[in-house]
């Protein structure tokens, strides 16, 4: 199974428990680059799922306000717990490079904090002996 697969197959595995006000659930995207771009294309493709690409997160520059595979770039990923406040949020996909294993885990952390899933997308993650990505 590819990456993107699995992320489908997680989110619509998580779709079964949710609840959105229009009956859709709605993914977060964090990373604009070239999986989180493939992932809100499947999506799309796949209305069957009941999930709705709400937006992405990205922290280049040139994407700012942008419009992505249909859906707005709503400001750069630290912003997750802001943007989180949006109800219509009821899953994250981290799409983001293995280079920034840092900003995924406080991704991550603001996620469970926050009480909404999170899925990493196309990459490989490693815990430590804490239990630490």
């Known amino acids: 199974m590819t990456p993107f697969s699995l992320a489908i197959q997680g989110l619509y595995s998580y779709r079964r428990f949710v609840t959105a006000v229009n ?5 977060l995207i ?5 999986y989180g771009r493939e992932l809100a294309r499947r999506l799309r493709r796949r209305p069957e799922l009941g999930l709705e690409v709400i937006g992405f997160l ?5 994407t700012a306000g942008q ?3 249909g ?11 802001v943007v989180l406040g949006d109800r219509r949020i009821t899953e994250v996909a981290l799409a983001l490079p293995e ?14 904090e926050s009480g909404v899933p999170v899925s990493l997308v196309g990459i490989t993650v490693r815990k430590d002996d804490q239990g630490s990505l």
């Open 67 to 69: 419009t992505c595979e």
């Open 23 to 27: 009956g859709r659930g709605g993914v």
């Open 99 to 112: 280079e920034d294993l840092d900003l995924i885990e406080e991704l991550v952390d603001v996620c469970r």
């Open 71 to 81: 859906a707005r770039v709503l400001g750069p990923c630290r912003e997750l717990d």
């Open 30 to 34: 964090v990373g604009a680059g070239r």
């Open 58 to 62: 990205d922290d280049r520059p040139e």
